[in-house]
């Protein structure tokens, strides 16, 4: 059971749109399990931003989305603000009753 | 709103069994609707599930440390628990409790503030 596979950084001026990458396998990401994506601030606590792939917890913004294919989830913010800057973790169930994430992707608002 | 807090940051000698608990408020552990997970975050690195528990007492652990951890719920106290024995350096983290909804969703929608735990001697 192998970590999932994201980029180590990304980065976007303010305004402008990127897109992280979570790449897994045919046994988790690419067997159609369901796909979750956290933020995370310097010193605080996770909070899930997208869950079952596409759905927003309310209170989310809708600059957020989600999307997968294949054995690639991807979370796409638009509208970069400043505040969207921190590491973002992705989760996908691996079967056997068993969770993974992959190893986080720090993103820096230029 | 469900709250969880973990127990205090601690110091951990090697080969020692590392202990914490989870406090939940706003809320009962008995509820149907919930798991109860543990998650933990080495220093500068990701996030590592390390197993979630029903309140029946059913138990799901990360097939990696499965065979160092224990998970329990004390319903008296609103309170589950982790034991992760044999503790080495690489077990230092940061240590999160979380909710994760009960059913094949598999997402963690309220964590606490987690707790550092520090392996050393």
């Known amino acids: 059971q192998s970590a999932l596979t994201q980029p180590a950084s990304v980065s976007g001026s303010p305004g402008q749109s990127i897109t992280i990458s979570c790449t897994g396998t045919s046994s988790d990401v690419g067997r159609d399990h369901l796909v979750s994506w956290y933020q995370q601030h310097p010193g605080k606590a996770p909070k899930v931003m997208i869950y079952?792939?596409?759905k927003r917890p309310s209170g989310v913004s809708n600059r957020f989305s989600g999307s997968k294919s294949g054995n690639t989830a991807s979370l796409t913010i638009s509208g970069l603000q400043a505040e969207d800057e921190g590491d973002y973790h992705c989760?996908?169930?691996?079967?056997?009753?068993?969770?993974?994430f992959g190893g986080g992707t720090k993103l820096t608002v230029l | 709103q469900l709250q969880l807090q973990e127990s205090d940051p601690r110091l951990v000698k090697p080969s020692e069994t590392l202990s914490l608990t989870c406090t939940v408020s706003s809320g009962s552990i008995s509820s149907s609707g919930y798991y109860w997970g543990w998650i933990r975050q080495p220093p500068g690195k990701g996030l590592e599930w390390i197993g979630s528990i029903y309140y029946t007492g059913i138990t799901y652990y990360n097939p990696s440390l499965s065979s160092r951890v224990t998970m329990a719920i004390d319903t008296s106290k609103n309170q589950f628990s982790l034991k992760l024995s044999s503790v080495t350096a690489a077990d230092t983290a940061v240590y999160y409790c979380?909710?994760?909804?009960?059913?094949?969703?598999?997402?963690?929608?309220?964590w606490g503030r987690g707790t550092l735990v520090t392996v050393s001697s």
């Open positions: 989760s996908s169930y691996a079967g056997s009753l068993t969770v993974i």
């Open positions: 979380a909710t994760q909804p009960a059913g094949p969703y598999w997402y963690f929608d309220v």
């Open positions: 079952e792939d596409t």
